[in-house]
């Protein structure tokens, strides 16, 4: 069993509920009937009993399908340690489900070794379990038996008892990470430790975006020795991939050679920070110019759009100011965007048929959405054997798709794949659980960051930290992974440190 932390040091495989299928028919069949429910449910007790030690009663609610017979596994082994357990089953009320052959197996089981089957809950309980929906489950509050499995679910919530979650919370969708509405009072708050989920056999990419990270709570894993018995084939089936240190690390400047000079660690030129008589957002392209050189840029250079008033950043001198006109698009990384309001709609045609190595953010999206003609040009650049990387937010990447937000959101992975596959782009998809997809690539899915990057600017760092890793020599989407991942984890060791303390963007070095 492993916990899935936010520094895991290896990059993991993640199986949506197909290919999770696909898995179990393939380890089931090499083991003797009931194994892998045995071990599913052996694991689910050792985790309650290392949480909640001293947990004297443990209420296990489960329900229709092979979920609950992990609950009815469990409770056995609990039982048998000498705690209190209640189990309740939806299959005692009027709907009398018939259940899957391995969970009757269980359930007999658990009846024979005397566990107690009650249709009320306990009153006070100590830990509780949420085995009622996993893979094959999908909240439905016009099916019968639902009403009760979201009145056990209130219960356990309204309880504050430690709730472990059995393969998945109850209500959240494996592939996507989006919650049923009719769970939306259970979420848990950013770093509780009281609420557990023990995903089997594979790790499912909802636990990790979305609403997923809010309803997960702490992740763990177990395998149930799917990787002995099936190699390769648990790698090579993966629909995404959790970012490890592995992928998500920078190289150390001191690691390079003593006679590097300024030029080896490449250079970074925002374009952007529109000016106008009404609007000043030189702010933004200074972020993500100051965000570069913070995150190991050689030389930075900012063009401003518009009349800037700025010609230096005081704050940071080293950044150098340029017209566009003077700007080396050719050898430089171009981050392009950042504030660059409706003037910078004007500048992309050059950008995208001179600068190789490119990152597009913020208003360049907006208007490469609003103009075909710019869609082609950005499109050849793959053509060329030219570096793109995309950088939206979700309202970003709708307008991008020609969809809204909601259901972009709703389909994350799919929505990031579908952009990089449509622009021929690296596209780091953001919000909880950013994605990083890429032509022809398993998307991957960043485990670091948190609610306190939802602030102005934090985005226009991210462009200028991603700028800056292609500088230094990554690919672009090594660098896209590598940078958002190094985002998101000063704000997971700001949270440590200094716990609620806002955090602002020109606050995330130093
Ligand atoms: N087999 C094994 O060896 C292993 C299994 N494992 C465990 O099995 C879990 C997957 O089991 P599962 O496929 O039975 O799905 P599960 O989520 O329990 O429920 C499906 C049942 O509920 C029903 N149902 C669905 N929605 C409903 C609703 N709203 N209201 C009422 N009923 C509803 C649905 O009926 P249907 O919708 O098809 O009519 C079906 O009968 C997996 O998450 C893991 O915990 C692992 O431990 C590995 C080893
Ligand atoms: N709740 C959250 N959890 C993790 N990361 C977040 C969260 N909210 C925002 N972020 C991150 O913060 C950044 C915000 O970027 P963006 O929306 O472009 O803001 P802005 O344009 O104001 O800079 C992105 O990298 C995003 O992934
Ligand atoms: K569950």
């Known amino acids: ?79 048998q340690w000498g705690k209190t357990v209640h189990l309740t089953w939806t299959g005692l009320g009027p709907t009398q489900a018939a259940l899957p052959p391995d969970a009757r197996a269980a359930r ?3 009846l024979a070794a005397g ?34 499995m979201l009145d056990w679910l209130a219960r356990m919530q309204a309880s504050g008892a430690p709730r472990l979650s059995v393969d998945l919370p109850t209500g959240l969708d494996a592939d996507t990470g989006v919650a049923s509405d ?91 920070g529109e000016s106008t008589a009404t609007s000043h957002m030189a702010g933004a392209a ?64 050059k950008v995208l048929q001179e600068a190789p190595r490119l990152l597009l953010d913020a208003d360049a999206l907006n208007a490469i959405a609003q103009d075909a003609a710019v869609q082609t040009l950005l499109t050849e650049r793959h053509v060329r054997g030219w570096a793109t990387v995309l950088t939206p937010h979700p309202l970003e990447a709708a307008r991008l798709l020609g969809t809204s937000a909601a259901s972009v959101q709703a389909q994350r992975l799919g929505s990031a ?29 960043n485990p670091t960051g948190n609610a306190l990057l939802a602030t102005a600017g934090t985005g226009d760092v991210l462009a200028g930290m991603v700028g800056a890793a292609i500088a230094r020599g990554q690919s672009a989407h090594a660098a896209a992974c590598s940078a958002v991942y190094a985002h998101g984890q000063v704000a997971d060791v700001w949270a440590e440190q200094r716990g609620e303390r806002a955090l602002t963007a020109s606050g995330m070095w130093g």
């Open 286 to 349: 200074l972020l993500a110019a100051r965000a570069a050189l913070h995150a190991g840029a050689g030389r930075v250079y900012v063009a401003l759009l518009g009349s800037p008033a700025v010609s230096v950043d005081l704050l940071q001198p080293e950044l150098m100011f340029r017209n566009i006109a003077a700007v080396d698009l050719a050898h430089s990384v171009v981050v392009c965007g950042c504030g660059g309001g409706t003037l910078v709609a004007g500048v992309l045609p």
């Open 182 to 272: 009719l769970i939306a009072a259970c979420a848990v708050s950013t770093g509780a430790t009281a609420h557990f989920t023990l995903s089997l056999l594979s790790l499912k990419p909802g636990l990790f975006t979305a609403q997923g990270r809010d309803h997960a709570g702490q992740v763990w894993f177990d395998d149930l020795g799917a990787g002995a018995l099936l190699g390769e084939a648990v790698g090579s089936s993966a629909n995404a991939w959790l970012l490890g240190a592995d992928q998500g690390g920078t190289v150390s400047k001191l690691t390079q050679a003593h006679a590097s000079h300024k030029g080896s660690f490449g250079d970074v030129a925002v374009l952007g």
């Open 417 to 445: 794949q579908t952009l990089a596959e449509r622009f021929a782009c690296v596209v780091v998809l953001k919000g909880s659980g950013s994605i990083i997809a890429a032509p022809g690539l398993v998307p991957r899915i």
């Open 115 to 148: 566990v107690p089957m009650v249709n009320e809950p306990p009153a006070q309980f100590d830990l509780c379990i949420d085995a009622l929906l996993g893979l094959g489950g999908r909240l439905d509050a016009s099916r019968a038996g639902n009403a009760l």
């Open 108 to 110: 007999d089981k658990a």
């Open 1 to 79: 069993m492993q916990h899935i932390t936010r520094l895991n040091p290896h990059t993991l495989p993640l199986h949506g509920v197909a290919a999770s299928r696909n898995l179990e028919q393939q380890a089931a069949a090499l083991l003797p009937a009931h194994t892998l429910m045995q071990r599913a449910g052996l694991s689910v007790a050792r985790l309650a009993l290392a949480m909640a030690p001293h947990a004297r009663t443990i209420w296990i609610a489960c329900g229709p399908g092979n979920n609950g017979g992990d609950g009815f596994e469990a409770a056995v082994h609990l039982h």
